[in-house]
């Protein structure tokens, strides 16, 4: 289970924990918890503050794509000026830039690869801080409504509508990240 479900999950818990009924208090005819669902991609992608952190991400894959883009057009460049040596050139003085130059390929790819899987390392990492620090508001909703567990929605086969808190959640992050730019 992603850590990010995990959360989820140990959310509803605590909820459950919280919300449970008084030692000695009559549950007989109450109805069993609802289950609920929530869109944790729509959250992160919906809410203020994470849309703060995806445009700052976003950013930086623009960047490293235009970096991209340079360094291929200079790749293109170098390939071509030693394809215009090539009949110029001794065999074994072409063969060795010929190695050079595909040693710098290899390398450049290496570095720019290690940079997307950062990018996307620190995408993982925003999320799941963010997911913490939206934890004691999804917590509340459980605690509201009762629940056992909150299921991500990509989880979830089929559901009612209604059991989905996602657009609850979204507005009250929304309203707490307001509130925090007010002060």
């Known amino acids: 289970m992603p850590t990010g ?24 005819l109450s109805l069993p918890p609802p289950i609920l669902t929530i869109d944790q991609d729509r959250i992160f992608a919906e809410t203020r503050p994470g849309e703060s952190v995806n445009a700052e991400l976003e950013e930086k894959t623009t960047a490293l794509a235009e970096e991209n883009s340079r360094i291929e057009a200079e790749l293109i460049d170098r390939e071509q000026s030693l394809t215009d040596q090539r009949p110029s050139l001794p065999p074994d003085e072409f063969r060795a830039l010929a190695d050079a130059f595909d040693t710098d ?36 909703i459980v605690r509201e409504r009762g629940a056992l567990v909150v299921l991500d929605r990509r989880d979830v086969f089929l559901s009612a509508d209604r059991i989905d808190i996602t ?10 990240a307001d509130e925090r730019g007010a002060e």
């Open 105 to 140: 390929v290899q390398r450049i790819r290496a570095e720019q690869d290690e940079k997307a899987r950062l990018i996307t390392q620190e995408r993982e990492t925003a999320r799941q801080q963010f997911i913490g620090d939206v934890a004691g508001i999804i917590s509340g």
């Open 5 to 28: 479900r995990l959360v989820v999950c140990l959310i509803a818990m605590a909820g459950l924990c919280l919300g449970s009924p008084a030692p000695g208090q009559d549950n007989s």
């Open 167 to 176: 657009d609850e959640a979204i507005e009250r992050i929304n309203a707490a």
